[in-house]
């Protein structure tokens, strides 16, 4: 059974900064694109960030593209989300998946190519 648990949101000031965390069980960052997802109130889940399976390999958003960047650590299984310059168009819940096949080199925004989610992490960001 894989697992996520995300953690780390939580309220800042525009301009601040966050890190997200997400642990994995069940399955290895080795083998697996991660990606982080976010969703705002009244709006469609949209991509965030990603990290290849391969640890080298890592994509963004425009929106967010200079501010964030994704990164994994395979000693604890665990991919993190710094994110600098929050924005108060930021705010969202944010979660972190799973891509559903191994070793894939394809899309990697899609929400559908990932078969396991967190809960999510809320974030905040005040003006």
């Known amino acids: 059974q894989v697992r996520l648990v995300e953690s780390g949101g939580g309220v800042v000031q525009d301009g601040g900064s966050l890190r997200l965390s997400c642990a994995a069980s069940?399955?290895?960052?080795?083998?697996?694109?991660m990606g982080w997802f976010r969703q705002a109130p009244g709006k469609e889940r949209e991509f965030v960030a990603g990290?290849?399976?391969?640890?080298?390999?890592?994509y963004y958003a425009d929106s967010v593209k200079g501010r964030f960047t994704v990164s994994r650590d395979l000693t604890k299984n665990t991919v993190y989300l710094q994110m600098n310059s929050l924005k108060p168009e930021d705010t969202a819940v944010y979660y972190c998946?799973?891509?559903?096949?191994?070793?894939?080199?394809?899309?990697?925004?899609?929400?559908?190519?990932?078969?396991?989610w967190g809960q999510g992490t809320q974030v905040t960001v005040s003006s």
């Open positions: 998946a799973t891509q559903r096949r191994g070793y894939y080199t394809g899309t990697y925004y899609n929400s559908g190519e990932y078969d396991f």
């Open positions: 069940g399955r290895t960052f080795s083998s697996y694109t």
């Open positions: 990290i290849m399976w391969n640890g080298r390999t890592t």
